[in-house]
């Protein structure tokens, strides 16, 4: 079965540093998203990616962030300069459309 | 906004027993409500949903119910099996390809 993967598995980086979120979604799929869980709490939606746009945003999804689709298979989110509560897990999702999400495994990013 | 409430937080149960998860969504124009099973470190994954159209939908020990009216849907997990423990999340979405919103979770454990 096809699977949405997600690189690195684990990122170390300084406050102030940029990094990058990479994810491949299931390539049939039309819509693309990323979700954000600081451990133990619940699933934060960032942002929706369609037809080479984003559909929508959260509050969380401020200026400091981005998403890009630099190819027709990956799908990337920055983060400009990171801040200590940037610290989550960051998973991308992706559906054909009206269908369930199918979740990557998740980056676990760490901000020191 | 939209919001989904979800409770309890946590849940012990003998196996054997049964166990349900509710959860009350804002959005009215909700129509799509699936269950996610998250195990600590992994990713959610899907175990059953159902659309508006739909009051029950159940799968082997697995069912879900929806009450439009009272805007609210719970999830019962029946002959429960230590490896049902794990985060349990009901999520709420309003368009075809829309943000999924997630409930805040729920903490299963079945104790053997």
């Known amino acids: 079965e096809p699977e949405v993967t997600q690189t690195p598995s684990h990122q170390v980086t300084q406050m102030g540093q940029e990094v990058i979120l990479r994810c491949v979604p299931i390539?049939?799929?039309?819509?693309f998203y990323w979700y954000r869980q600081i451990l133990g709490q619940k699933v934060e939606f960032l942002v929706s990616?369609?037809?080479?746009?984003?559909?929508?945003k959260s509050e969380i999804f401020d200026d400091q962030f981005s998403v890009e689709r630099p190819d027709g298979s990956n799908f990337t989110l920055k983060i400009r300069s990171t801040k200590l509560e940037d610290s989550a897990m960051y998973f991308c999702?992706?559906?054909?459309?009206?269908?369930?999400?199918?979740f990557g495994n998740g980056t676990r990013l760490t901000v020191t | 906004g939209e919001n989904v409430e979800q409770h309890p937080s946590t849940l012990s149960v003998q196996e054997g027993d049964s166990a349900v998860i509710k959860c009350t969504y804002s959005d009215s124009a909700s129509n799509y409500f699936p269950w996610y099973k998250q195990e600590l470190g992994k990713r959610p994954q899907l175990i059953i949903d159902i659309r508006s159209n739909v009051g029950e939908k159940k799968d082997q020990r697995i069912a879900v119910t929806l009450n439009k009216t009272a805007k609210h849907f719970s999830l019962h997990i029946t002959e429960t099996q230590p490896e049902d423990s794990a985060v349990y999340f009901c999520a709420g979405r309003s368009i075809q390809g829309g943000k999924l919103i997630f409930g805040q979770g729920t903490e299963l454990s079945v104790k053997p």
């Open positions: 990616f369609y037809n080479n746009e984003i559909s929508e």
């Open positions: 999702a992706s559906t054909p459309g009206d269908s369930p999400l199918h």
């Open positions: 390539s049939n799929h039309l819509y």
